[in-house]
């Protein structure tokens, strides 16, 4: 039989003017949603109400929720702490769960989220799955990733959003295990089908950046539209950054600037950190940079740690705002506090490179180390190179050759480099050109261009792997070609001893773009090449330097 929802509503009528009360609160829920009969909100508290009166715990439960919510009735908290009470007392879980709500937000009582906690594991122990979801997210947030890790296994077999979303968090954070980025980017997924908002922000996130998938910005904008469309601040920041930068759709800076207007709205910091943006660029606003500090400092203030990092970059460089290192240093440091890595690495390095502020090196050690446990390799490089110098922290061998593993581990290039350099100098621990020649390979593999260059002199020399000029030479081109001063002065080096017009072009090309690169021992070499040259061959070089791009 197919549905006929006009049909039900005169057959629930029928009942519930007998005083059948599971028909006078079906009926009160098809007059809310205007389900086969017109939407009215004043009829339906009529029948919760009939219904309630009579003890029916979903038509108390279904009043209380109409008084919180003032649809049909004045709103009401304290009246609607009591039915549902009322209905909790009769074991009705739904009405347990909003007892708990009322504590968790203060409605009509002190907020106690001790008692809320009571409520929703009362709650989940009758079966509900929002309770074991919303337990799960309380232990979440306690720090207790075990008891939320057990309390969201359990919603999550109920088919509970929430409890998936927490999960997802857990495992997306390596809390309870290694981190597992792809399964927990199904389980946001799952919860996002359901409905839920902000598993469809993080959702369309995890589509824009790859995170646990691959990336896809137009499924990326379809769910974020979707969490967007629901209200939902962060996903209507990350949709405005979509339309600025034509991620997924096209662009459209003044869709993306109403959509940072909503969010900000909502208290949302990142969005006033992208509508500084917007003022930086001048995107749907005429490019203003005091008014982009403006809009940092708010971002800054109200807790943002991108829009702290700009206002200290922004603070360091004069722009839109009077040029201020000292108090840019202290925004830096209010940004790191809570590890975000792109103001930790900016910190470090203006710490340890004592321009406009003074040097720092073991402060610069203390951020370093922060970066570092989180797994970053650029820090823990560059806290392997601070323990290999003796810079801000007594000098240790192990300490340093631990910390680039642990970066080289990672696929980063420079800590490849820098084990080669350890075992190639031979003052921290025992001479090792073989272990060195291999490292410098891995770090030449990496698109290092000190790798390459030394692995290409070693090869010239035979010095810890077999001597071969032409692999060794090939190295250095490498090298020079994405722009590595000494490769490039050694490559103009090796053409000059040709005697050829053509090689000594090659020559006095290579050595000019050393000497442009800052390699100074390269001036004398390229004037004793430029000597043997006419005036056209000299063009000819000109030329050739003009064309030169960096390889990547």
């Known amino acids: ?26 009926l009160g829920l098809m007059h809310d949603h205007g389900q086969g009969i017109p939407t009215n909100a004043v009829e339906a508290v009529q029948w919760y109400r009939r219904a309630a009166g009579m003890g029916y715990a979903p038509a108390q439960l279904n009043l209380g929720l109409s008084m919180t919510w003032g649809s049909g009735t004045p709103t009401n908290m304290v009246e609607a702490l009591r039915l549902f009470r009322k209905a909790a007392e009769s074991g009705y879980p739904p009405a347990v769960y909003q007892v708990a709500m009322a504590f968790k937000l203060g409605r009509s009582v002190e907020t106690n989220q001790q008692e809320a906690l009571k409520w929703f594991t009362k709650a989940a122990e009758l079966g509900l799955p929002q309770g074991c979801g919303a337990v799960a ?8 990733h075990q008891s939320a890790a057990v309390w969201a296994e359990s919603g999550v077999k109920k088919g509970d959003a929430c409890s998936q979303l927490v999960l997802a968090h857990l495992l997306e954070g390596g809390k309870v295990g290694p981190p597992n980025k792809p399964e927990a980017f199904k389980l946001k997924k799952l919860a996002a089908e359901q409905g839920l908002a902000r598993a469809a922000s993080e959702l369309g996130y995890d589509l824009l950046y790859g995170i646990g998938v691959a990336t896809n910005p137009p499924e990326a904008v379809k769910w974020l539209t979707v969490a967007a469309e629901k209200g939902e601040s962060s996903a209507q920041n990350t949709l405005g950054v979509c339309y600025d930068d034509g991620d997924g759709v096209p662009v459209n800076h003044e869709l993306a600037r109403q959509l940072f207007l909503r969010a900000m709205e909502q208290g949302e910091g990142l969005a006033m950190v992208n509508l500084a943006r917007q003022y930086r660029k001048g995107w749907a606003v005429q490019q203003n940079d005091q008014e982009a500090f403006y809009w940092y400092q708010r971002a800054a203030e109200a807790g943002a740690e991108h829009g702290q990092l700009w206002l200290g970059q922004m603070l360091m460089e004069g722009k839109g705002t009077a040029r201020d290192p000292v108090a840019a240093v ?7 506090k809570g590890g975000y890595l792109p103001a930790i690495q900016f910190l470090v390095q203006t710490l340890q490179s004592g321009v406009d502020v003074e040097k720092r090196p073991e402060e610069a050690v203390f951020w370093l180390r922060r970066g570092a446990e989180q797994g970053d390799p650029f820090c823990q490089n560059l806290l392997g190179f601070c323990y290999s110098q003796g810079n801000g922290v007594a000098k240790d061998v192990s300490q340093a050759l631990d910390w680039f593993q642990k970066a080289a581990a990672q696929g980063y290039a420079r800590a490849e480099y820098n084990i080669g350099l350890v075992y190639f100098d031979g003052t921290l621990m025992e001479k090792n050109v073989e272990i060195a020649a291999r490292h410098f390979e891995a770090a030449a593999k990496l698109g290092s ?10 090869y010239n020399l035979g010095n810890g792997v077999r001597k071969d000029v032409e692999k060794g030479m090939a190295w250095i081109l490498s090298a020079a070609e994405r722009g590595h001063p000494a490769a490039q002065r050694s490559m103009g080096l090796a053409y000059s001893n040709k005697p050829t ?3 000594l072009i090659y020559a006095a090309k290579w050595l000019r773009l050393a000497v442009a690169s800052g390699e100074t021992a390269a001036q004398k070499d390229l004037k004793d090449v ?19 791009v960096p390889k990547k």
């Open 449 to 458: 261009t000190d790798g390459s260059f030394a692995l290409g002199l070693l």
């Open 1 to 26: 039989m197919p549905k006929d929802f006009s049909q039900a509503a005169l057959w629930y009528r029928k009942a519930a003017e007998h005083g059948f009360a599971p028909a006078q609160n079906r």
């Open 530 to 548: 430029e000597a043997q040259l006419n005036a056209e061959q000299l063009a000819e070089v000109e030329k050739r330097v003009k064309e030169f």
């Open 501 to 503: 017009s053509s090689s």
């Open 137 to 144: 997210a309380y232990w979440a947030d306690e720090g207790n």
């Open 330 to 336: 202290e925004w830096l440091r209010r940004a790191s």
